[in-house]
Each structure stands twice: as structure tokens, then as C-alpha cells.
């Protein structure tokens, strides 16, 4: 559990929720409740709590639940007094990020790409407090936190002090629970894009080797796998570009804010939202580019192939042409009767080898003005 306390520039971790349930704590700012899965369900009674002192509202039993459910889809849900995103991010088997794999075939191709795995992160948006529930490894949370802390920089007392430019703390540090959810989702959807580049790096890979015409390829079981993990991943995307697109419409069917800082405030988080938005979006169009590029490979690997094939049978062709004739003269010299041209001459066979010889020469001449027998490259 991380429970950090954001007014101004200002950033404070506590150790506890139970600070935060005295009255009059966090008057001047919001608080940023992070948890496990587990965390969450041990904790569930004192969350509400400080959600009810602060908020003056609790989560409902439904959300609960879909906070606490690793394997809903990223959707969106809202009630008067708080909001619910819950976003898919990107996680390895383990619980880990994936990291970018390195090539340690003998043959030089990539390893085969493993399958996109997903964890949900969920949110709960009030006026003063994000409550956020991640998965038990927390790696998006521990990022965040890092560079939200970064942001400010500890005094002599050991309290959190604003930074030397204090401009740039403003901008990096999210002005109320609405941002900061926007920030950690902006985080998520980096990961992404980071795996965009790895599939594309793979995918090149086995373009290069299914278009070659002298390669064998062989790796199709891998092909497949990615191909379904790309059609994986649109499918991840598409949830939650969805979500974030719900997101958006409810903020527009919002009343206008009172006051020139609450306006203000206002178009900064659609500004960001729709950031988040353009985002996916491109992550969304790029894996389809890569499906496209994926099914061409393997149309253009079967065209070369039956080119190939064309090729070898078109010069199999052309042979057998050539020798056609010289056959049709070896039979005719070779059947049983008595008097035949040239059988009794003595310079007869060689008169015979040379018109088989200039024949032969000449067909290939005419089948090699045709184009019929070509030196491949």
C-alpha cells in the first residue's frame, strides 16, 4: 500500500491510511490511495472509511467487485460522485513487465514472440481522492510514484518541498485526481508502444525471410502465434480506446465549471484525455498496419514460390522441347529397316549428330529470344 498526499507542489507518503481519517487531514489537496488486489480486499473496511470522511460517499458493492477482478476488460463507469476506469496494462506471465527480446536463434531470426498478457488496473475517481488497485507486482504504480516523487525534493525536516523551478513542478505534478488517473493511464498505454516497436521489429524480420526466394521458411508456427497475438492486442486496444472514449463523453455532459481556475482545470483534463485517446489510437492503428503487413508476407512468400515454380518449369519445358526433335531422329535411325538414308554411308552417324547438334541450337537460340530460358538472378 502507497498513500500519498498531493496539495500544491507539494507530495507527502504516509505510511497508513489511518492519518488520513482524522478530520480536517488533506484540507488543502487530494490523496492517492494505491493497493494490491489483496491489499484492497484486506482493506476494504478502512478504504470505505476514509472515503466516507473525505468524500462523503463510499464505493458501491459493484464496483468493489470489478475492482477486485483480474480479468475484466478495460470499460468505463460512473455514478454522481465518482468515476471507474478500468485499464488493461501490459504484463508478462510473471506479473512483470515485458522487456524487448533479444535475437538468440543460431540462425539469426528473433525468438518467438510471446503472447500479450494482461493485467486490469482499476480506478475510482472522487473530488479528493484516486483510489487505485493494481495488480500484485504494482510495477505501474512503483513507476509513477518514482516520478512523482522526482518532482519535488525533500527539505532539511525531511518534508516535501517544492523543486527550484517551480514551473516545472506545477506541470509535473497533477493538479487533482482526475489528471493524475489520466497520467498513470498515459504510463500504461507508453508500454504499448513499446511493444509496437518489438512486434515490428519481428514481423520486418519475417518479411525479409518469407519474400527471399532462397530461404526456407519454416517458422510459421511462430508466425501464427504472432498474427493471434497482434489480433490479441487490437482486441485489448479496442477495449480500451472504448473506455477512454466513454470517459470523454461523460466529461462533456458535464456543466460548465463556475470560475476561470475551475474552467481552466476543466479543459487541461480534456486536453489530456484526449491525448490518452489519440494515443491508443495509434497503437490501435499500427498493430492493424502490422497484421496487414503480416498477411501480405504471406501471400507475397506463396507468390514468390509459385513464381519460382513457374520458372523451373517453364525451363523444364524448354528442355524438353529442345531434346524433342533429336529423340524423333534417334527413333527414326533406330527403327528395323533395311534401307534407311545414311545407315550405309560412312560419315553417315556424323552427319546425323550435326543436324541433331544445329536443331538443338537453333531451338535454343529461338527459346532464348523468346525469354523462355533466362538467367535468373
Known amino acids: 500500500m502507497r498513500v500519498f498526499e498531493i ?49 462523503g460517499t463510499q464505493l458501491v458493492d459493484l464496483h468493489v467487485a470489478d475492482l477486485v477482478n483480474d480479468q475484466l476488460p478495460s470499460h468505463y463507469d460512473y455514478t454522481s460522485q465518482y468515476d471507474v476506469l478500468v485499464f488493461r496494462r501490459l504484463a508478462a506471465a510473471n506479473g512483470a513487465a515485458p522487456k524487448s527480446a533479444e535475437p538468440t536463434l543460431a540462425r539469426g531470426g528473433p525468438p518467438v514472440l510471446r503472447r500479450v498478457d494482461t493485467r486490469p488496473v482499476g480506478f475510482a475517481v472522487f473530488d479528493r481522492v484516486l483510489l487505485s488497485v493494481h495488480p500484485e ?41 482526475a489528471d493524475l488517473m489520466l497520467r498513470v493511464v498515459n504510463l500504461i ?22 519474400i527471399d526466394p532462397r530461404s526456407r521458411f519454416t517458422n510459421w508456427s511462430a508466425l501464427m502465434d504472432a498474427r493471434q497475438s497482434l489480433h490479441h492486442l487490437d482486441e485489448i486496444c479496442e477495449d480500451q480506446r472504448a473506455a477512454i472514449q466513454d470517459w470523454i463523453d461523460a466529461l462533456e455532459t458535464l456543466p460548465a465549471p463556475e470560475g476561470a481556475a475551475a474552467l481552466r482545470e476543466g479543459e487541461l483534463i480534456m486536453v489530456r484525455s484526449r491525448d490518452v485517446l489519440e494515443h491508443i489510437q495509434r497503437v490501435v492503428h499500427h498493430v492493424r498496419r502490422l497484421e496487414q503487413n503480416a498477411e501480405t508476407a504471406v501471400q507475397m512468400h506463396f507468390s514468390v514460390q509459385s513464381h519460382r515454380a513457374n520458372d523451373i518449369m517453364r525451363v523444364l519445358t524448354a528442355l524438353t522441347a529442345i531434346f524433342l526433335p533429336l529423340n524423333l531422329i534417334a527413333g527414326i535411325f533406330g527403327m528395323n529397316f533395311e534401307f534407311i538414308p545414311l545407315v550405309h554411308k560412312a560419315d553417315g552417324f556424323w552427319i546425323a549428330m550435326a543436324s541433331m547438334g544445329a536443331i538443338a541450337l537453333l531451338l535454343v537460340v529461338v527459346f532464348w529470344r523468346k525469354r523462355y530460358l533466362a538467367r535468373s538472378r
Do not use: K
Open 189 to 210: 498505454v507508453d508500454a504499448y508502444l513499446d511493444l509496437r516497436r518489438d512486434l515490428t521489429r519481428q514481423l520486418d524480420h519475417w518479411q525479409a525471410e518469407l
Open 7 to 55: 496539495s500544491g507542489s507539494r507530495i507527502a507518503e504516509h505510511e497508513a491510511l489511518a492519518p488520513m481519517a482524522v478530520p480536517g487531514a488533506c484540507a488543502s489537496g487530494y490523496l492517492w490511495i494505491s493497493l494490491t488486489r489483496d491489499e484492497f480486499r484486506s482493506s476494504l473496511a478502512e478504504v470505505q472509511g476514509i472515503l466516507q470522511s473525505l468524500c
Open 137 to 177: 507486482d504494482g510495477a505501474v504504480r512503483d513507476a509513477f510514484a518514482a516520478r512523482l516523487l522526482a518532482a519535488a525534493a525533500p527539505d532539511a525536516r525531511g518534508a516535501t518541498a517544492p523543486a527550484l523551478d517551480v514551473r516545472a513542478v506545477s506541470t509535473r505534478v497533477p493538479p487533482n485526481p
